[in-house]
């Protein structure tokens, strides 16, 4: 599975707010950047976390680019892939409804009246659950992968971006850097989780330019 990792930060690297609530970040030409990649990936994943707090509908604005990827034999949107270890995504979230395959990754602990009442709503129930409860990426990639899905964008939030690179499986990271200072010792960051101590792991920056009015970076990992 190749990993793309794509997100927003204000100046001083928060995903938004203490309140957790979606900030805008992103301008108008970052937002149609983040578009181009969804159109190019075969499946968009968030955490639970991203689904709670902004409800997220994760497909593809533009018409062209979804009749390139129907021309292409694809969907015209890619699948939406919600890491929800305890099936917490509400059954009338966005990412349920019939504009794409949404499959939730979850774990054995999960209560299974609520898996039910989630395949009722539509979606796909891959379980790959690790010893801790979380959501295994690399078994659920793999799973995946059998459908047919090869190449994952993933749009956060910061605890699963964290697990992604604990798992050392991101590829690429394109990273926002709007000009805006957010603050707070409890608002999210680009990779929280339980943070490292050492191994920190290390990308390759390959790209710096300026979009709207903040900075796109670019890295491999
Ligand atoms: N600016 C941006 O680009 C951007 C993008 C996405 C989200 N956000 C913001 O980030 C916040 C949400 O991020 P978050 O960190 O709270 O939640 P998240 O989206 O990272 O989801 C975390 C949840 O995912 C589940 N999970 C399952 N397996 C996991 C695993 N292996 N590792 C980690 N989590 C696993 C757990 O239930 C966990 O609580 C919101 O405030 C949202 O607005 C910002
Ligand atoms: N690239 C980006 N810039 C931002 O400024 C911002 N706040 C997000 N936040 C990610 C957000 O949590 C959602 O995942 C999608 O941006 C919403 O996507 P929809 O339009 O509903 O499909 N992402």
């Known amino acids: 599975m190749y990993v793309h990792v794509n997100a927003a930060v204000s100046v001083d690297g928060k995903l938004s707010s203490r309140r957790r609530d979606q900030v805008t970040i992103s301008g108008d030409a970052d937002f149609d950047r983040v578009d181009r990649v969804r159109a190019d990936a075969d499946a968009v994943l968030v ?22 990827r129907r021309r292409d034999g694809r969907d ?13 995504t509400p059954t009338d979230a966005r990412v ?6 949404t499959y939730l990754l979850v774990s054995d602990r999960a209560d299974p009246a ?10 796909e129930i891959v379980v790959a659950g690790g010893d801790d409860g979380r959501v295994d990426f690399a078994a659920a990639f793999d799973a995946l992968a ?18 992604l690179f604990e798992a050392g499986l991101v590829d690429e990271l394109t990273l926002y850097v709007g000009s805006l200072v957010v603050g707070g ?18 990308l390759e920056l390959v790209g710096v330019e300026r979009v709207d009015d903040g900075v796109l970076l670019s890295y491999e990992g």
């Open 96 to 101: 349920l409804d019939d504009a794409a395959t």
């Open 185 to 202: 010792r409890e608002a999210p960051t680009l990779a929280d989780g339980e943070g490292f101590v050492d191994d920190f792991p290390r």
């Open 47 to 68: 955490g639970v976390g991203t689904v709670l707090a902004d409800d997220p509908h994760l497909t593809v604005d533009d018409a062209d680019r979804r009749d390139r």
């Open 76 to 88: 015209g949107n890619p699948a939406r892939v919600v890491a929800d270890s305890r099936a917490r």
């Open 114 to 123: 609520r898996l039910d009442a989630l395949r009722d709503a539509g979606a």
């Open 146 to 163: 059998v459908d047919g899905v090869e190449r994952t964008m993933v749009e956060g939030g910061g605890e699963v971006i964290f697990s």
